[in-house]
């Protein structure tokens, strides 16, 4: 008989909870949206199978960046997240896509205004922004500029072992792990064939609590008033984070989607890693 683990009974427990949490959001999200609340979300239908077998990179902020030549990306379907346009090669690589989703846009701990720098280093870019903000006053003037080409998602569900035979859908609710993930998904839901991680360096908080540079720009500023509570936390969602990507490396194999790790170093150890020159070369 097999020895009792506690710690594996624990993180399968954890499995069983956040797919119960599942199961109440898509049943919220669905009695919110029985009066058509979320049809804006109905024009990410435009997206489904539009990159059909084709290659893209998801360009995450980790300090491994500043080894690698970023412009080599130019003219590829690219993902930017967050304070990506802080990269010197931004405004010549002009990423096809840039994600915000952190709540940090939202309460004002970010400048709203980052999107404005987004649009005038890169005025063709396509935003993916979360669906919540889609009902904010701060955020109507983006809806209504034309300048600003947006689609909603809503990346609320957790992923876990029991979601293999689901398929992504960018109309409605869906599975993410914080901004990246978004990329992720979407890439998915595009009918990518092929996707590149680079920058994913999976361990930048430890670089934040060892007072380390935790992105290639840096570090956020709103991080050195970070408590130790917040610290606790920061580190179960580290420990959630590559848990859940686990997953999705799972999931990635069932359906038949290659994913890969162009990161140089970090822990990001759940893709087949590849040689990010050797990839750019082969075209």
Same mark, same amino acid.
Request: with cysteine; glycine share 6%; net charge positive.
């Given at each position: 008989?097999?020895?009792?683990?506690?710690?594996?009974?624990?993180?399968?427990?954890?499995?069983?909870? /956040?797919?119960?949490?599942?199961?109440?959001?898509?049943?919220?999200?669905?009695?919110?949206?029985?009066?058509?609340?979320?049809?804006? %979300?109905?024009?990410?239908?435009?997206?489904?199978? @539009? +990159?059909?077998?084709?290659?893209?990179?998801?360009?995450?902020?980790?300090?491994?960046?500043?080894?690698?030549?970023?412009?080599?990306?130019?003219?590829?379907?690219? /993902? /930017?997240?967050?304070?990506? /346009?802080?990269?010197?090669?931004?405004?010549?690589?002009?990423?096809?896509?840039?994600?915000?989703?952190?709540?940090?846009?939202?309460?004002?701990?970010?400048?709203?205004?980052?999107?404005?720098?987004?649009?005038?280093?890169?005025?063709?870019?396509?935003?993916?922004?979360?669906?919540?903000? +889609?009902?904010?006053?701060?955020?109507k003037p983006y809806i209504k500029n034309k300048n600003f080409n947006i689609y909603w998602v809503n990346s609320s569900l957790f992923t876990t072992p029991f979601h293999?035979?689901?398929?992504?859908?960018?109309?409605?609710?869906?599975?993410?792990?914080?901004?990246?993930?978004?990329?992720?998904?979407?890439?998915?839901?595009?009918?990518?064939?092929?996707? +590149?991680?680079?920058?994913?360096?999976?361990?930048?908080?430890?670089?934040?609590?060892?007072?380390?540079?935790?992105?290639?720009?840096?570090?956020?500023?709103?991080?050195?008033?970070?408590?130790?509570?917040? @610290?606790?936390?920061?580190? +179960?969602?580290?420990?959630?984070?590559?848990?859940?990507?686990g997953y999705f490396s799972d999931y990635c194999k069932k359906i038949g989607f290659n994913a890969f790790n162009c990161t140089e170093g970090g822990i990001f150890n %759940?893709?087949?890693?590849?040689?990010?020159?050797?990839?750019?070369?082969?075209?």
């Amino acid at each position: 008989m097999e020895k009792f683990d506690f710690w594996d009974f624990k993180l399968r427990l954890d499995d069983y909870f /956040f797919e119960i949490v599942n199961f109440a959001l898509r049943f919220i999200f669905f009695l919110k949206g029985i009066n058509g609340r979320y049809s804006f %979300m109905q024009k990410n239908i435009k997206l489904k199978n @539009i +990159y059909d077998h084709q290659r893209a990179f998801l360009v995450a902020n980790g300090p491994s960046l500043k080894k690698q030549d970023l412009k080599l990306l130019k003219n590829e379907i690219t /993902f /930017f997240v967050n304070r990506s /346009f802080l990269h010197e090669d931004y405004a010549y690589i002009r990423p096809t896509y840039h994600i915000f989703v952190d709540p940090k846009l939202a309460t004002g701990e970010w400048e709203i205004t980052m999107l404005d720098e987004v649009l005038k280093k890169n005025p063709d870019v396509i935003f993916f922004l979360n669906y919540k903000w +889609y009902f904010l006053d701060k955020f109507k003037p983006y809806i209504k500029n034309k300048n600003f080409n947006i689609y909603w998602v809503n990346s609320s569900l957790f992923t876990t072992p029991f979601h293999k035979n689901r398929k992504i859908d960018l109309t409605t609710i869906t599975y993410g792990s914080a901004v990246t993930g978004v990329a992720f998904m979407a890439s998915i839901y595009m009918g990518v064939n092929n996707f +590149y991680f680079i920058g994913q360096d999976g361990n930048g908080l430890c670089y934040e609590l060892t007072e380390g540079e935790s992105h290639f720009y840096g570090t956020n500023p709103e991080n050195h008033l970070k408590t130790p509570k917040h @610290i606790v936390k920061d580190l +179960y969602m580290m420990h959630l984070s590559l848990k859940n990507w686990g997953y999705f490396s799972d999931y990635c194999k069932k359906i038949g989607f290659n994913a890969f790790n162009c990161t140089e170093g970090g822990i990001f150890n %759940m893709f087949e890693r590849r040689k990010y020159e050797d990839i750019m070369n082969d075209k």
